[in-house]
C-alpha cells in the first residue's frame, strides 16, 4: 500500500530561525518537500533533510509571486504521491496568511493538514524593542489588523479608533498616512504614540517611533521599509526595555531607534 501524504503548514515566526516551535523542527525533518515563502529566514532549511525538495514559492521586491491556485495544486499533487509535504509561512499560517485557505482547499481535497502555530510579526516585531502588545495599563485589549485588504476595501478606521483598544497593523506602511488621518478623523489623538517596526528579527531591524500626527503630516522615513509592523496605542509608550533601545538617528522629530540585539552584533 502507498505511504499516504500528508500537509504541514507552518509558522517560521518573524525571522530568527531560533523563534521556531519544536514541533516546526520536527516535522521539517519529516518533510520530503519543503514549499518555502519569501518572508521565511532560509535558514530554517538546517533542520530538512539531505534529499529534501525546496521549492521557492513567492518572491518579493517586484517579481511577482507563485498564484496561490498553483502553490495548492503543487501540494495537492505531492501529497497525493505520498509526500509529506511541509509548506513554510512567516510569523503565523493563520495570521494574515491565507493559511485558513489553504486548510480549507487540501481538505477538500481529502488531504491531511495539520498546522503549526509560529510566532506572528504582530507580537514579536513590538516585543523585539520591548514595547509589549497589552499591558494592563494601556488599555483594556489590542487588535490586529491589515492595512491592506484583498479587494482594496479599507478596514473602519473611524470606528478602530473609537474603540481605545491598541491596533498592530499588519501591510500597512503604503498607507500609513492615509490610515493616521482617518484615525484622527475617527477622534483619536494626535498625541497617541507610533511605532513602526520594520524586518523585525532580521539583522537590519529598526523601529521608529513618533505621534499620530507625525505619521499623518510625515509618514515613514524610508530607512523603515516594508515588512513593518505599525503599533499605535499608549502601549508603546510602556516600552518594558528602555535600557535596550539606542538613538540612532532623528529625522523630522521621528527618533529611529535599534535593538540591543542589532547593537551587540555590530560590537562582535
Ligand atoms: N503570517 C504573517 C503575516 C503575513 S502578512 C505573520 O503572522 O507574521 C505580511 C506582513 O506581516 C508584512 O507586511 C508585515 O506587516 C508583517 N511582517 C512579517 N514579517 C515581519 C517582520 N519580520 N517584521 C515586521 N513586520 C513583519
Excluded at 190 to 205: H, K, L, W, Y
Aim: hydrophobic share 45%; charged share 20%.
Amino acid at each position: 500500500m502507498n505511504k499516504r501524504g500528508k500537509v504541514f503548514l507552518i509558522g517560521a515566526g518573524p525571522g530568527d530561525p531560533e523563534l521556531l516551535t519544536i514541533k516546526a523542527v520536527k516535522a521539517l525533518g519529516a518533510a520530503d518537500v519543503i514549499l518555502i515563502d519569501a518572508l521565511v529566514n532560509p535558514a530554517v532549511l538546517e533542520h530538512a533533510q539531505a534529499r529534501v525538495r525546496v521549492i521557492e514559492v513567492g518572491k518579493r521586491g517586484g517579481c511577482r509571486s507563485t498564484p496561490q491556485a498553483l502553490i495548492e495544486r503543487l501540494m495537492m499533487r505531492e501529497a497525493r504521491a505520498g509526500l509529506v509535504v511541509a509548506r513554510v509561512k512567516g510569523g503565523d499560517p493563520c495570521m494574515f496568511g491565507r493559511g485558513g485557505e489553504e486548510v480549507e482547499a487540501l481538505t477538500r481535497a481529502g488531504i491531511e493538514v495539520e498546522i503549526i502555530n509560529g510566532i506572528t510579526a504582530g507580537i514579536a516585531a513590538p516585543t523585539a524593542f520591548g514595547i509589549p502588545v497589552t499591558h494592563r495599563e494601556a488599555g483594556p485589549g489590542v487588535i490586529f489588523v491589515t492595512g491592506h485588504t484583498r479587494d482594496g476595501a479599507e478596514p473602519d478606521w473611524r470606528a478602530l479608533a473609537a474603540t481605545n483598544l491598541s491596533l498592530v497593523i499588519y501591510m500597512g506602511t503604503a498607507r500609513a498616512r492615509a490610515i493616521a488621518a482617518q484615525l484622527v478623523a475617527g477622534g483619536m489623538t494626535a498625541a497617541t504614540p507610533v511605532a513602526v517596526i520594520a524586518r523585525a528579527s532580521g539583522v537590519d531591524e529598526c523601529a521608529e517611533l513618533m505621534s499620530l500626527g507625525e505619521l499623518e503630516s510625515h509618514g515613514l522615513s524610508p530607512s523603515v521599509a516594508s515588512p513593518a509592523i505599525i503599533v499605535i496605542g499608549e502601549v508603546v509608550r510602556r516600552q518594558v526595555l528602555p535600557a535596550d533601545l539606542t538613538q540612532n538617528h532623528r529625522p523630522v522629530g521621528k527618533l529611529v531607534l535599534v535593538s540591543r540585539r542589532i547593537r551587540e552584533m555590530a560590537r562582535d
